[in-house]
């Protein structure tokens, strides 16, 4: 099984497939992003621990992620992983979710986030890019309560049917606040 | 036996209709006066090895749609996570693949360290390897094991088994517990490696081989089990990407992706080794795959125990690893760090990580946001499992009940990781 790439032309074709997708800088993969969808389509760029992290509008983010999934030259077409977030003191974008998308031939990973009002928390659904954004949605939206337009199944996935809120949120705490028996004079809980 | 296309359950009856056209002959249980029988596979089927339903619609023995259900252990994870301090949150972790809870826990603490700019010198490095590839080889025994008992070969799964009772209790050594280990700390392990545990590793490292080679011999070359196992529940590479598969599946279908060699961590880049892949993603592949990488992993262990570089063992990051409870009885700083160690009074950096290791399902990601306080603001597992099960019912529509059960166990499903 492990024996069939061992011939030396088979290993000098794989040196050049390696060379010729060498890896892609941060800067190189912005400056693409940018020729694909404009330069003020991406906001607060940052590279936390050197993962090229961007914002995005909510409305382009389908378009994004569809272009990206295509595309030859970053091959950016593995969703990693997706999640929601609550950010209750953000006035208007209370609620944001985060993609990861991660091209396994260039080994570069991009963060994509979105921000939107919890009054209205409508977002288009990847599912007919990415199978695998089925659950990774519907668990956002048992968490969050974030409606993914055109899901084939928004129903909640790991808590119970009959819950009437969405647990993740932080107005939620973890413990039942009139408990008096866990309270802690000087530290708190 | 073997399925030829996995259908969905929408093209299937347009299938059939379309046989019907063509003037195939299609007999279809109503013929007879039965109708489709819906078929309760779990939550607590001995098969599904874990608390996870499916709602399968058969036509005799034929799947033609299949419901997973999860959530049964759903222990809300993620929001716990939200009150703890960091090191109080390598227990949850334990408690996701609690197979290998070692890589688990290993990938947490490394997660934190990258939060904390922290160190961890070669030793402590070298350590958690052995660790992490024993955890691994103890979850694809696991995995393999019950893939031979559900194709109805019982023995080769206890021989099996009392190799990962001597894993176990290698880790019992090493960190006092066997299950949920809770093993090393933020910024190394919690003491060196005892003179027993090198004894029991050296010890085991010398037998286990023999019984694996007795375990692929029953089973590799076995009609019997070929048969139940080749071109079942396969997944081609394209559609395994898309769903976004990692790990021994992913390989299983013919990608080389291994967190391990494509970012290196805890210096996994000093070892030689290979990466197993398959053709089909089928039954088979994945378990040829799966028993490649525990050979690949004891060339690891060997090589990581033969040059295991002498000095420290944890990080000197007084602020995060707790000092030895005997300097906390004399040493007033000690003492305080102790203290805040303890209490969690120690604020972390502001920050946004992602760091991943190989688990022993796969790609288990751990996605941090920290907002400079003592817990995390979010702490997002990406469980490979979860990410992966979604693919069931694809891969067994079309196939009988035996196949679906088997594609169950080949793919690893361990139901704590899959809820969280």
Redo the contacts between chains.
């Keep these: ?2 024996d069939l790439n061992t011939s030396p032309a088979a290993q000098a074709k794989a040196a050049d497939y390696v060379k010729a997708h060498a890896a892609i800088s941060n800067e190189q993969l912005l400056a693409r992003l940018h020729g694909l969808f404009g330069a003020d389509t991406f906001s607060d760029v940052e590279e ?2 050197g ?1 090229l ?1 961007a914002t995005v509008s909510r409305h382009r983010i389908h378009e994004i992620l569809d272009v990206l999934h295509g595309e030859k030259e970053l091959l950016l ?5 997706m ?1 929601g ?2 950010w209750p003191e953000r006035q208007g974008e209370e609620l944001s979710v ?1 993609y ?1 998308l991660h091209s ?1 031939i260039h ?1 570069i ?1 991009l ?1 994509l986030k979105i921000f939107f009002p919890i009054a209205d928390p409508v977002v288009p659904t990847m599912t007919d890019i ?3 954004a ?3 949605e519907r ?1 956002a939206f048992d ?1 969050y309560g974030i409606i993914f337009t055109g899901h084939p199944n928004l129903i ?5 049917e009959d819950m009437d809120y969405h ?2 949120r932080k107005e939620y705490p ?2 039942d606040g009139t408990r008096e028996d866990k309270t802690d004079l000087f ?1 708190g809980r | 036996m073997a399925t030829n296309d996995a259908l969905t359950a929408t093209e299937h009856i347009h299938h059939e209709a379309a046989q019907q056209q063509r003037g195939v002959m299609v007999t279809k249980t109503e013929d007879f006066g039965t109708d489709l029988t819906t078929l309760n596979l779990g939550p607590t089927h001995p098969a599904t090895h874990g608390i996870f339903q499916n709602i399968l619609q058969m036509d005799g023995e034929k799947i033609i749609s299949g419901v997973p259900t ?2 049964y252990i ?1 222990r ?1 994870f ?3 996570a ?2 703890r301090p960091f090191y109080q949150i390598t227990p949850l972790t334990d408690r996701m693949n609690y197979c290998s809870s070692p890589i688990n826990n290993m990938g947490w603490h490394m997660t934190v360290e ?2 904390l700019g922290v160190e961890v010198p070669k030793r402590a490095q070298y350590i958690r390897v052995i660790m992490m590839e024993l955890a691994r080889i103890a979850d694809h025994l696991v995995c393999n094991g019950i893939l031979g008992v559900d194709t109805g070969a019982f023995s080769g799964f206890l021989y099996l088994f009392e190799e990962r009772e001597n894993i176990y209790e290698i880790y019992e050594e090493v960190c006092g517990s066997r299950l949920t280990t809770n093993m090393g700390r933020v910024g190394g392990m919690e003491r060196d490696l005892s003179p027993v545990a090198l004894e029991k590793l050296r010890t085991w490292l010398k037998r286990f081989p023999a019984v694996m080679r007795e375990f692929q011999n029953l089973f590799d070359r076995n009609r019997i089990f070929m048969d139940r196992t080749i071109n079942v529940g396969p997944i081609t590479a394209e ?1 395994a ?4 598969f990692t790990g021994p599946n992913l390989r299983a279908a013919g ?1 080389d ?1 291994d967190v391990r060699v ?2 290196p961590y805890s210096s996994y880049q000093d070892f030689d080794f ?1 990466i ?3 053709t089909n993603g089928d039954t088979y592949d994945r378990y ?1 795959v799966r028993n ?1 990488e525990i050979w690949q992993s004891l060339r690891i262990i060997n090589q990581a125990l033969e040059n295991l570089p002498e000095g420290p063992y944890h990080a000197d990051a007084p602020h995060y690893y707790l000092p030895p409870k005997q300097e906390v009885y004399r040493n007033m700083e000690a003492l305080i760090y102790h203290f805040k160690i303890i ?1 969690g ?1 120690i604020d972390a950096p502001v ?4 760091h ?1 290791v190989e688990g022993g399902n796969g ?1 288990l ?1 751990f ?1 941090l ?1 920290s907002d400079g306080g003592r817990t995390p603001y ?1 702490l ?1 597992f ?1 469980r490979p499992c ?2 992966y ?3 069931y019912p694809e891969m067994v529509v079309g196939s009988t009940l035996s196949d679906a059960i088997i594609t169950l166990s080949s793919m690893n499903v361990i139901a704590g990781e899959l ?2």
């Design positions: 099984m492990t936390p621990y993962l992290t077409n593995f969703l990693t992983t999640c977030v609550h985060v990861q396994m080994n990973r963060r990415y199978a695998t089925n659950w990774m668990e968490f909640r996935i790991l808590n119970v647990p993740m973890l413990e530290f | 999860i959530g759903h809300a993620e929001k716990i939200e009150r990258k939060l559609r990407l898309n769903y976004g990608v992706y494509m970012n290979e197993p892949v398959g040829l490649e209490m009074e920050g946004e990580v992602y991943s790609e990601g996605y946001i979010r997002h990406r979860y990410i099960y979604q693919a809820d969280a």
